[in-house]
């Protein structure tokens, strides 16, 4: 994990985002009963809501169909007019058994029965724009006017591709990272894509490298390294050795065609700042990161070997770090929680003077039904304002962050198999060397409580087998 800060990106503007709980049925074409069908979305626009006009949306979320499907990285758009069009048209993309399906209709809004006709949604199911079944969606007010109501916030509207372009200007003894990791859900293979500049603090030539690997579910971890070669700057992501990070793209080759992937991203979350947004935009922390989206969907194919894996909206996401070089010791997670959940994480010790001898400062996020918790990472990172500190147990195979910020405690345990770790050689601007132990099947255990009426009690839990990722680095 590298030292850095990242520049300011343009300004942004505020948007809407809420949650939103739908129940229904589904009745495919052919079949005599119906099968029970729950959505979860979560809506963003770029803009405030126009209630009197028309507004723009995007829909990401979970599609469960009993005995059917359920895909965690559903996505689509909304159409929001229920007074210029009297209608809220919803278009939701998801998949089911390789196939990918579109669930559209529309809520015909009334004035006769406002309310009524806003909370039931008639919708026809098409595959490849054929219908191959109809159904109806209520929004059940008893069990979901509240949350739906509180779930409302207004968030900075922001573009995930500027957060990809290259902060590098020429400074020597600087790292940039763009790195990818995901999770093939057919095959439960873990990928790992890191895509990297090193400019040497001596002020020789800057030069590009990374590597590329493959964590099967059965079988030994396989790795390939590609560059180094040289440098050109450009204006979104990376390129270089033949290999592309750019907004909606992943591609390459390394090792002579050992391994090679073509990959489309599809954005599903707003940006996630592991470290406080302020750093990530000034230069006053030895060290950040970032997530251009918290979680994103991927398509395409990685081939290793001569085995083709075909990926469909295998979730994942893409990380950035600018920075002086790798931490002293540090440990990254990143894990999927499923429903638009997601837990990341970066512990780490500095190799600045008086800093390397102070135990990890943790960054923990965890976003949760569209909120993020905690508010302030580095109140909990170093225990300001009565916030109970994150702490760390740095080691392998197990390693713990447990903490507490507000009226809510964490603890989480990370597993990385030995026979699903892969050990790399990082080097520094300055030529000095860390070991980072990667895993992206490994294991985590989380566990979220509440202080409620004087004791605490678990507010949601979650177990991950073989679908995390994570690494430990070490001097």
């Not at 196939?99 to 809520?107: A, I, N, Q, S, V």
């Not at 770090?321 to 429903?339: E, T, V």
Request: charged letters at 25%; glycine letters at 12%.
């Amino acid at each position: 994990m590298s030292d850095g800060t990242q520049g300011r990106p343009g300004a942004a503007a505020r948007g809407t985002a809420f949650a939103e709980t739908m129940l229904g049925t589904l009745r495919l074409d052919g079949e005599d009963r119906a099968r029970r069908i729950r959505l979860d979305l979560t809506v963003r626009a770029d803009r405030r809501l126009r209630l009197l006009g028309t507004t723009e949306a995007r829909a990401t979320g979970r599609v469960r169909v009993a005995g059917w499907a359920d895909d965690p990285c559903a996505d689509g758009e909304l159409e929001i007019s229920p007074v210029a069009r009297r209608r809220i048209h919803y278009r939701l993309a998801f998949g089911a058994a390789g196939r990918r399906f579109t669930l559209d209709g529309w809520k015909s809004v009334t004035a006769l029965r406002p309310l009524a006709s806003m909370t039931v949604l008639p919708y026809t199911l098409l595959e490849d724009g054929k219908r191959i079944g109809t159904g109806t969606l209520r929004f059940p007010l008893g069990t979901q006017l509240l949350p739906f109501l509180a779930s409302f916030r207004f968030p900075r509207s922001e573009d995930p591709a500027a957060f990809l372009a290259p902060r590098w200007r020429g400074e020597p003894g600087r790292t940039e990272v763009w790195y990818t990791t995901l999770t093939d859900p057919e095959s439960g293979s873990g990928l790992w894509l890191h895509h990297e500049l090193t400019a040497p603090a001596d002020g020789s030539e800057p030069y590009a490298h990374g590597w590329a690997a493959v964590f099967p579910k059965d079988g030994p971890v396989r790795h390939a390294r590609f560059g180094p070669a040289g440098w050109t700057p450009g204006t979104s992501g990376f390129h270089a050795c033949g290999v592309t990070a750019a907004p909606g793209r992943l591609t390459g080759t390394a090792e002579d065609g050992a391994l090679s992937w073509d990959l489309t991203e599809r954005v599903t979350d707003e940006p996630l700042f592991t470290f406080p947004r302020w750093s990530w935009r000034r230069s006053l922390l030895p060290a950040a990161q970032m997530l251009p989206a918290a979680r994103a969907a991927y398509d395409g194919t990685f081939t290793h070997d001569g085995t083709t894996l075909t990926l469909t909206a295998a979730p994942g996401a893409s990380a950035r770090i600018y920075g002086h070089g790798n931490a002293r010791r540090w440990a990254w997670l990143h894990a999927d929680l499923g429903g638009g959940d997601v837990l990341e994480i970066v512990a780490a010790v500095s190799t600045r003077p008086g800093l390397r001898r102070l135990p990890p400062l943790v960054f923990l996020r965890l976003r949760r039904s569209g909120r993020t918790w905690p508010r302030r990472p580095e109140r909990a990172a170093l225990g300001w304002a009565g916030a109970g500190r994150f702490r760390a147990g740095l080691a392998l195979p197990t390693w713990t962050v447990t903490g507490r910020s507000g009226l809510r405690r964490i603890r989480v345990e990370i597993t990385q198999p030995p026979e699903a770790t892969l050990a790399l050689d990082y080097t520094d601007p300055d030529g000095r060397h860390a070991t980072c132990r990667n895993s992206e099947r490994a294991d985590a255990h989380v566990l979220l409580e509440r202080w409620w009426f004087g004791g605490w009690r678990t507010e949601a839990e979650w177990t991950l087998d073989g679908t995390a990722h994570a690494e430990v680095g070490t001097r």
